[in-house]
């Protein structure tokens, strides 16, 4: 039987024995190995991020951040942790990081660094796990500052500490001298030199702990608040992907010249867009390529760029993000020997339970497992930090925006989401799907994101012109805005309004009637409840005798299992695809829907008919009919019912598009060209509404900035700031009570990952969450529903209506 690596070793273990990690169990990571890991890692974040925006202003920065990658665990030399990394070993129960502290003294005395490297390098050491100081509402893990105060008793802790079998010494003098030679190597400096009578460990840590303390005590200037946040960031992503050892992608899928290998020719707009440098807002109809447009413009913009740019794709719903990275993964570049492109997809939820549990530190208090060891901790901090820098490798990602904004929280989880989003670009898909106090909280990040040196570009068919507006007075620097010339797109819908509701009998005798001349036919509700119901009425029409083949009729809403919803979305995808010039005959169906068939997924259905909504979200349903203006008998008959209810919009955006559009029809209209849609949106944003709508978008931006954007606190801990961002978000993913099991398995086993656990979870909007009478478990970290559940129909809506956003 082969010895333990972590046995049990007298104190005279030697530096090449000191381990950082109890992983591997086979060869357990040596301190000085992952030293220069998480050295040689903030490298390649360099590469990538380079001097962009602020962090011009600090020509020291990444001189900082790996002098700190070498110091940040020097404390780990302690023989406390040490005999915690083994199996059966007794708790240290001090950090690790504040004996680290004591070297960065002694090598920045001995190398003489400016007392503000000294500071820093500190501080990065002190706050890559905790927070200096707590948070003056209460809550969140224990800051330094309450770890360590007047009742410290720091010679037991740190010098020589009482045990049952005896006193153990925590740094052997030997090893000391030995760790001070190696990092006196790593750093290019002269070792210290020992003066007779000069400070213990212990004492040198102690006095730069208060000195830090005092320092990040009060608030300070918010660029110099930013720029610390950013090193923590640096520091903490350098640590998570070198113990994870995940090298950061260097490949961009995209390629420099994208638009020359597109098979067809460009429109205007589309031209327009690879050729513009900065800021763009792109206004173009539904089927006139504004992926293409967007993809061409952010091809262009690495050129111009420092460092390694990365690109991320946001789109308003998570229903939509599987669907855009098949895309990217059908249309772009693999690496060189790889046959798919890696397109990083960012789920809100698992993202923000990864990098929780990624950022957790190597010294466990409450982290024990039931025989009292932390070591089965351990070995799921290093499976979480495996998957969460997944996340992060590629440099082409989709995520939604709010997992964006949640870098907002910063501290030793989110700092390293926010360091990555400088010099990035970002692509706005579809912006105008947001009500106005998330649309405002964007504009603060684009401008938040400009002071990183990253880049904006804003895609949509349906851009009002105050949302254009709000865009413009965010950003510093110009915003180029291109529109596609009238006439793109051709007249693809006859519009009809209807005063009936989209679920009364003689709508749905209609939709049957379709269905039995042979045409594939969209219905679109604004609530579960409803789009369920129109659904099991017409779904028996729509199969025929069929049955064989389920695709024929579809349902998709937000509250299926995220892996049944895929399948629904590559079903839908292979049932209804754009139509090809020439194509005549089609296999019709059934497709009934929510909202998230408004985004991403491009499907091309005969005939639709949808419940009034919002001008912007009426005009996306209308580009799944007829998308491309192909169908053989031109303009196609487009359905909008005005119905009982307004959920889960606002009653007056409701009544503003109704309003409208029956003024287009009384002008003489009966058609919905990207000509109409502007005049609709002219009409629905002048009313007391619309001029409520940009002033709320408006009052919600600078409130987020300044609010949640501003870091002059930068080393408080922002736990209850969290909890209130997460609120303002408002989403939470629940699980199926007959899904217990298996996402135990995936989640917390021993082979398990979290990115497959996350199939199994639904999306609700937090405000929907009490009628399902949920119960939170604990150990698995989510709310456990019990109700009915279809992989046809999804998550059953509770006695009242429910709405899907």
């Known amino acids: 039987m082969a010895p333990d690596p972590l046995a049990r070793r007298p104190p005279t273990r030697r530096l090449t024995d000191v381990r950082a990690k109890s992983t591997p169990a086979e060869d357990p990571e040596r301190l000085t190995t992952h030293s220069r890991t998480v050295h040689a890692t903030v490298g390649q974040i360099e590469e990538r991020v380079a001097d962009a925006g602020v962090l011009a202003t600090e020509p020291a920065f990444w001189t900082r951040v790996r002098r700190a990658a070498l110091l940040h665990d020097a404390g780990k030399v302690a023989e406390g942790f040490q005999q915690q990394l083994h199996p059966g070993g007794q708790r240290w129960g001090e950090r690790h990081e504040v004996l680290s502290l004591a070297y960065v003294d002694l090598v920045a005395t001995a190398a003489d660094w400016a007392e503000e490297d000294r500071l820093m390098v500190a501080t990065l050491v002190a706050t890559h796990h905790r927070a200096l100081h707590p948070s003056p509402e209460g809550g969140g893990k224990l800051s330094l500052a309450q770890t360590y105060n007047e009742h410290t008793r720091w010679a037991e802790a740190f010098t020589v500490t009482p045990r049952p079998g005896g006193d153990q010494v925590q740094v052997p003098r030997g090893r000391h001298r030995e760790l001070l030679a190696w990092l006196s190597g790593a750093l290019a400096t002269d070792p210290p030199t020992r003066a007779h009578d000069e400070p213990t460990l212990a004492e040198r840590a102690r006095l730069l702990l208060e000195h830090l303390l005092d320092t990040w005590r009060r608030p300070v200037k918010a660029d110099q608040g930013l720029l610390a946040v950013l090193a923590q960031g640096a520091l903490t992503l350098a640590d998570h992907a070198g113990s994870a050892h995940e090298r950061l992608q260097t490949h961009m899928p995209l390629p420099p010249d994208y638009t020359e290998q597109l098979p067809h020719a460009l429109y205007p707009h589309q031209r327009e867009a690879a050729g513009t440098d900065g800021h763009l807002v792109l206004v173009a109809p539904t089927g006139s390529g504004k992926t293409e447009a967007g993809l061409a413009w952010a091809a262009r913009q690495t050129h111009t760029m420092t460092g390694l740019p990365r690109v991320v794709w946001t789109l308003p719903y998570r229903a939509s993000l599987n669907a855009t990275r098949d895309r990217f993964e059908r249309d772009l570049v693999p690496a060189p020997g790889e046959d798919v492109p890696d397109i990083g997809l960012l789920h809100g939820t698992v993202a923000h339970t990864l990098l929780v549990q990624a950022a957790e530190d190597d010294c466990p208090s409450a982290g024990k497992d039931e025989r009292g060891e932390p070591t089965s901790a351990m070995a799921r901090q290093a499976r979480a930090r495996a998957n969460a820098m997944r996340l992060f490798t590629q440099r082409l990602r989709v995520a939604t925006p709010h997992q964006l904004l949640r870098a907002a929280i910063a501290g030793p ?71 596609a010339r009238q006439g793109t797109s051709p007249v693809r819908h006859r519009l009809v309004l209807d005063g009936l509701p989209l679920a009364s009998p003689e709508s749905i005798e209609r939709l049957r009637s379709w269905l039995a001349e042979g045409h594939s036919v969209l219905a679109v509700a604004n609530t579960v409840t409803t789009a369920q119901y129109v659904f099991r009425e017409l779904a028996d029409d729509a ?10 009729a579809l ?93 889960p919009y606002e009653a007056d955006a409701v009544d503003a598009a109704w309003t409208a559009l029956t003024t287009l029809t009384s002008e003489g209209t009966d058609t919905l060209s990207e000509q109409d849609v502007d005049r609709l949106l002219d009409l629905a944003y002048s009313t007391a509404w619309g001029q409520r709508w940009a002033a709320e978008a408006q009052r919600a ?19 209850p700031f969290a909890h209130a961002l997460s609120e303002k978000l408002d989403g939470v993913d629940v699980l199926h009570h007959e899904d217990v099991t298996e996402y135990r398995d995936l989640s917390t086993g021993r082979q398990g990952d979290p990115l497959l656990a996350h199939g199994l979870l639904i999306p609700l909007r937090r405000s929907l969450l009490a009628p399902y009478c949920p119960r939170y478990d604990r150990m698995l970290g989510v709310y456990v529903i019990q109700c009915a559940y279809d992989a046809r129909v999804g998550l059953r809506p509770p006695a009242e209506p429910e709405t899907i956003l």
């Open 543 to 552: 199969l025929g005798t069929r049955h064989d083949d389920p695709s024929a």
């Open 555 to 647: 349902l998709l809403h937000s509250r299926f299992k995220n892996r049944d919803r895929d399948v629904i979305e590559r079903n839908l995808l292979r049932r209804h695809p754009e139509r090809r010039p020439g194509e005549r005959a089609r296999g019709g169906g059934l497709v009934v829907a929510t909202q998230a068939v408004e985004v991403s997924l491009q499907l091309d259905l005969d005939r639709g008919a949808v419940e009034a909504a919002p001008v912007e979200a009426v005009a996306q349903r209308a580009g799944r009919v007829n998308r491309r203006g192909l169908h053989p008998d031109g303009a196609v008959e487009f359905r909008v019912h005005r119905g009982d209810g307004h959920l």
């Open 701 to 719: 931006r600078d409130a987020f900035a300044q609010t949640f954007l501003t870091f002059t606190d930068p080393f408080h801990d922002r736990t």
């Open 413 to 483: 989880a989110y700092s390293s989401v926010l360091l990555e989003q400088a010099n990035s670009l970002f692509v706005l898909d579809e912006l105008h799907a947001y009500e106005p106090e998330t649309f405002g909280r964007l504009c603060a990040a684009m401008a938040l994101w400009e002071r990183l040196g990253s880049r904006t570009a804003v895609l949509s068919a349906t851009l009002a012109p105050p949302m254009t507006k709000l865009i413009e007075e965010s950003l510093a620097q110009p915003v180029t805005v291109h529109r």
